[in-house]
């Protein structure tokens, strides 16, 4: 079977729901409904199966985000499956699927999910223009004090350091960078 596995995907959980869904065991439950062949490891990350959907494979991540990889159909078994009697309504029914399930195990529509991944890569984009800044501020400043120059590369280590773990960096670590010059 010719498969494309997608790389890990994260979005943005609303908060409080992770506790209330019971973690990972409580999105392992949500996916039963959702899709066929479920399986749970010892951590708790699920691996299921539905139409096109090859395989997914999601767990709540330690940073409060859903954690999702998804390998779907593709080529001559993808044709195949779609010129199969029931494959443009099984094709469909997956992706309706696969919507809802993100859905309830973020607690956002696909609009907001869009917002917050806008949002989350604007804190990104920020915080890395903040860097650049800094670096190219403290090559042409010629009067800066060593305490200045060593708390902007703690500032920069622990920015990039979010950046490293896709952790989104909020306005007041960027803002505290930008205020040193």
């Known amino acids: 079977m010719q498969a494309v596995p997608l790389s890990m995907e994260r979005f943005a959980v609303k908060r409080g729901l992770i506790k209330s869904m019971g973690g ?4 392992a439950k949500l ?7 479920i399986n749970v490891d010892a951590d708790g990350e699920f691996t299921g199966s539905y139409g096109l959907l090859v395989r997914v494979q999601g767990t709540y ?3 409060g985000k859903l954690a999702v990889e998804v390998t779907q159909m593709k080529g001559a078994d993808l044709a195949d499956f779609l010129d199969s009697e029931d494959g443009p309504s099984k094709a469909m029914e997956s ?6 399930f993100l859905d309830e195990a973020t607690g956002y529509n696909a609009k907001q999910r869009g917002d917050k991944a806008k949002e989350e890569t604007k804190k990104f984009s920020k915080a890395k223009s903040a ?22 590369n703690e500032l920069i280590a622990s920015l990039e350091a979010m950046i490293e773990n896709g952790t989104p960096p909020s306005e ?10």
């Open 131 to 152: 860097i650049k800044m800094a670096h190219k501020s403290m090559e042409l400043m010629k009067n800066l004090d060593q305490d200045t120059i060593d708390k902007a």
């Open 61 to 63: 991540d330690n940073n």
């Open 24 to 27: 990972n065991a409580g999105l």
């Open 31 to 37: 996916a039963t409904g959702y899709f066929e062949n």
């Open 95 to 100: 992706r309706k699927r696969w919507s809802g």
């Open 172 to 181: 007041t670590q960027v803002k505290k960078l930008d205020k040193l010059f």
